[in-house]
Nanobody
Framework: QVQLVESGGGLVQAGDSLRLSCEAS????????MAWFRQVPGKEREIVAA????????QYEVSVNGRFFISRDNGKNTVYLQMNSLKPENTAVYCC????????????????WGQGTQVSVST
């Protein structure tokens, strides 16, 4: 079956960096667009960054643009999220998602979801 497994979360201080990874198995990775979402208790899940199947096209949520960078390695079936200059408001569970349709993916209607990794940023 399809699995998306995130790693790389943790507790850091404001201004620090983290790199999240999401390794996929059970699917033809290079056929799928990938995205990172964040979930905060009491709030709707929102997309943070997305990358198309080829790695050419990316899209970012406004507040992270210029600080976060999404990339993928199709040879390793892995998508990454480099998070720089972290702020306390970036604290959330970060989940990766896969979808063959870009429109569905950015609308949070994804074929597959990971369990998530916690990122906590202290002041």
């Amino acid at each position: 079956q399809v699995q998306l497994v995130e790693s790389g979360g943790g507790l850091v201080q404001a201004g620090d960096s983290l790199r999240l990874s999401c390794e996929a198995s059970g699917l033809s990775f290079s056929d799928y667009n990938m995205a990172w979402f964040r979930q905060v208790p009491g709030k709707e899940r929102e997309i943070v960054a997305a990358i198309d199947w080829s790695g050419v096209h990316t899209q970012y949520e406004v507040s992270v643009n210029g600080r976060f960078f999404i990339s993928r390695d199709n040879g390793k079936n892995t998508v990454y999220l480099q998070m720089n200059s972290l702020k306390p408001e970036n604290t959330a569970v970060y989940c990766c998602a896969a979808d063959s349709d870009w429109g569905d993916m950015v609308a949070s209607v994804n074929d597959y979801w990971g369990q998530g990794t916690q990122v906590s940023v202290s002041t």
